[in-house]
């Protein structure tokens, strides 16, 4: 849709209880031009009775791709299960199949920086040409865009980069700010949303992340503000990612809940990026 990016509804968006096909059919007629899939919404396709190919039909015949892979967590442990290690190489699968050159990573252990760089190097080993895109979150072991920088710069690997979500900075009570070049050239993709004025409690704050989240723009966090951040450090996303985690908006059906989060990301970028949507 945008020449700035391409608009991907993020995997959770709409959720894990659909079809894959209802999942790309909505997404589509709502006005997206990318779907984000998580390695577990994949697998669900393949349980589907679906083959790699059934799926490359399924987005050929609605014009869609999948535009954002995740999600590698418990990347830092010494000692990873094998559904971990097998998730990664999945998350590696997915991106060889559907022609997508990042994959969205989190880390909820909370080390120090240097070790944390160190595991972070070794996955960026692991993945070859792939980027490992680290999202800082708030009740995470990166709470925050400047631990999350001093480790992908300690790292020391190209393929480290960074993923900034709009819901994760406000509710880390991290002010806008003006990137440096420097900062502004290690993020690789952008996920946007909004939040309410009050966060939940902090014991419970991944709750609200993961269930009550709201559409760009229709919240109190100023997304127009967020989204201005990254213009104005001069990023072009990879992707910009619509990541609306809610109960009451997927409540209302698929087609609903994609109409709504694209028809508000639309008003945002038309206010923020004016003239890089089509007809604009």
């Known amino acids: 849709m945008s020449e700035l990016s391409p608009i991907t509804i993020s995997s959770w968006t709409l959720g894990d209880q659909c079809k894959f096909e209802d999942r790309v059919k909505a997404a589509k007629e709502a006005g997206y031009e990318g779907i984000g899939l998580r390695a577990e919404t994949y697998v669900d396709a393949l349980q589907e009775g679906l083959t790699d190919q059934d799926i490359l039909d399924i987005l050929a015949k609605y014009d869609i791709k999948v535009t954002e892979v995740e999600y590698i967590v418990q990347w830092a442990e010494e000692h990873r299960s094998y559904e971990q290690k097998y998730k990664e190489q999945m998350c590696f699968h997915m991106c060889k199949l559907f022609n997508v050159g990042h994959i969205n990573c989190g880390l909820m252990e909370n080390y120090s920086v240097e070790y944390t760089a160190q595991k972070l190097k070794e996955l960026c080993e692991r993945a070859g040409e792939l980027i490992i895109g680290v999202e800082p979150m708030p009740y995470s072991g990166l709470p925050t865009f400047e631990k999350a920088y001093a480790v992908v710069v300690a790292s020391g690997c190209d393929n480290a980069m960074l993923i900034l979500d709009t ?60 989204v201005r951040m990254i213009k104005n450090a001069g990023i072009t996303p990879k992707v910009i990612g619509v990541e609306v985690i809610s109960d009451e908006i997927l409540g209302r059906g698929l087609a609903e809940a994609s109409a709504h989060t694209f028809d508000n990301t639309v008003k945002v970028l038309e206010e923020t990026w004016p003239g890089q949507l089509p007809g604009k």
């Open 167 to 226: 819901w994760h900075w406000v509710r880390a009570d991290q002010p806008y700010i003006d990137l440096t070049p420097e900062q502004a050239a290690k993020v690789i993709s952008i996920q946007i949303n909004d939040a309410y004025d009050r966060p939940y409690a902090a014991s419970i704050l991944r709750d609200e992340s993961m269930h009550d989240r709201l559409a760009p723009g229709t919240g109190a966090k100023d997304t127009a503000g967020f």
